[in-house]
């Protein structure tokens, strides 16, 4: 699988829309790095879930009007802050899964990033009482970030490879880096199961 846009691509066709889910995303940005830190007040994490509620129902109505907002709808940021906001829209679980199966189709028709879909597949499949297949999503643990349950541990780094991820073991050490630096809004990966445990994050 492809995980970058091709080169040659034209530019986004939708400048409009990229603009919108690009300021959502990084609107919640910071709201998400301190909230796996255990930053937050309970008001504060009242707050920024009614933001992500509104986030997502802006995405349900981009997808409604053109189905995933890929590479050449949105261009390269726009799509990945469409990402960031389908994966946190753990408090709308039904769209959530819409919006990785329609995430999928358009990795098919080379539109999207795999890695990215692997990510919010794993989510999908927590929120569903599944075990995940990628191993992207963590939990805070007494020792740290401790992984999700994971189907069939011994092949996940050979999925991993096949979506564009580095090895399971290598994405840990560099959660546990990050987790450990002071919090910052570049912190975009770091995306909390919210209705499983508000700590988990998710990582490529």
């Given at each position: 699988m492809?995980e970058?846009?091709?080169?040659?691509?034209?530019?986004a066709?939708?400048?409009d829309?990229s603009?919108?889910?690009i300021?959502?995303a990084?609107?919640?940005?910071?709201?998400?790095?301190?909230?796996v830190r255990?930053?937050?007040t309970?008001?504060?994490?009242g707050r920024?879930?009614?933001?992500?509620?509104?986030n997502?129902?802006?995405?349900?109505?981009?997808?409604?009007?053109?189905?995933?907002p890929?590479w050449?709808?949105?261009?390269?940021?726009?799509?990945?802050?469409?990402?960031?906001?389908?994966?946190?829209?753990?408090?709308?679980?039904?769209?959530?899964?819409?919006a990785?199966r329609l995430?999928?189709?358009?990795?098919?028709?080379?539109?999207?990033?795999?890695?990215?879909w692997?990510?919010?597949?794993?989510?999908v499949?927590l929120?569903?009482?599944?075990?995940?297949e990628?191993?992207?999503?963590?939990?805070?643990?007494v020792?740290?970030?401790e992984?999700?349950?994971?189907n069939?541990e011994?092949?996940?780094d050979?999925?991993?490879?096949?979506v564009?991820?580095?090895?399971?073991?290598e994405?840990?050490?560099r959660?546990?880096?990050?987790?450990a630096?002071?919090?910052?809004?570049?912190s975009?990966?770091?995306?909390?199961?919210?209705?499983l445990t508000?700590?988990?994050?998710?990582?490529?």
């Amino acid at each position: 699988m492809n995980e970058n846009p091709p080169t040659s691509a034209p530019p986004a066709l939708r400048t409009d829309v990229s603009r919108e889910l690009i300021a959502r995303a990084a609107n919640a940005d910071l709201y998400w790095t301190r909230l796996v830190r255990g930053q937050l007040t309970d008001g504060e994490i009242g707050r920024g879930r009614l933001v992500d509620y509104t986030n997502a129902d802006v995405l349900r109505r981009i997808t409604d009007a053109h189905g995933w907002p890929g590479w050449a709808l949105v261009g390269r940021a726009g799509a990945t802050a469409a990402w960031r906001i389908a994966l946190r829209a753990d408090n709308q679980p039904p769209f959530q899964r819409h919006a990785e199966r329609l995430m999928h189709h358009a990795v098919r028709m080379g539109q999207a990033s795999p890695g990215h879909w692997a990510h919010l597949y794993d989510r999908v499949c927590l929120m569903y009482g599944a075990r995940q297949e990628f191993g992207t999503q963590y939990r805070n643990g007494v020792s740290g970030p401790e992984r999700e349950p994971v189907n069939d541990e011994p092949t996940l780094d050979q999925r991993r490879s096949k979506v564009g991820l580095p090895p399971a073991e290598e994405s840990w050490k560099r959660l546990r880096e990050r987790l450990a630096a002071e919090p910052s809004i570049r912190s975009t990966a770091e995306v909390p199961a919210g209705s499983l445990t508000l700590t988990s994050v998710g990582v490529a």
